[in-house]
């Protein structure tokens, strides 16, 4: 079975840092994947953060995060993380890992928009994110 475990979530001050990661067991990267993680608050519509190409390591952003947020990724390790600076309020969220499969543009809205397995990859269980 693939799964992908996110862990790294907390409750932070304004202006802090956190760093997500999350691990896949199940699942090897292929080089036209596109992982990413996308967040949900209560009430609020899904929204992609940040999408990283597995195959060429080219990143992408929110507008909302961009310059405070960085994805990368460990081939060796099967990880990706999401690295949190200068958090807002407006951050506070559960924060999910997603895998989205095949050979398509990867961008955050690409993990925004998907469906999930069986269709088109997967996401975990999320972590938490809180900021005050």
């Known amino acids: 079975d693939v799964q992908l475990v996110e862990s790294g979530g907390g409750s932070v001050q304004t202006g802090g840092s956190l760093r997500l990661s999350c691990v896949a067991s199940?699942?090897?990267?292929?080089?036209?994947?596109?992982m990413g993680w996308f967040r949900q608050a209560p009430g609020k519509e899904r929204e992609g953060v940040a999408a990283i190409y597995t195959g060429g390591g080219s990143t992408y952003y929110a507008d909302s995060v961009k310059g405070r947020f960085t994805i990368s990724q460990d081939n060796a390790k099967n990880t990706v993380y999401l690295q949190m600076n200068s958090l807002k309020p407006e951050d506070t969220a559960m924060y999910y890992c997603?895998?989205?499969?095949?050979?398509?543009?990867?961008?955050?809205?690409?993990?925004?928009?998907?469906?999930?397995?069986?269709?088109?990859?997967?996401w975990g269980q999320g972590t938490q994110v809180t900021v005050s």
């Open positions: 997603a895998a989205r499969l095949g050979n398509v543009p990867c961008s955050v809205a690409t993990i925004a928009t998907m469906k999930g397995y069986p269709i088109d990859g997967y």
């Open positions: 199940g699942y090897t990267y292929s080089p036209s994947d596109c």
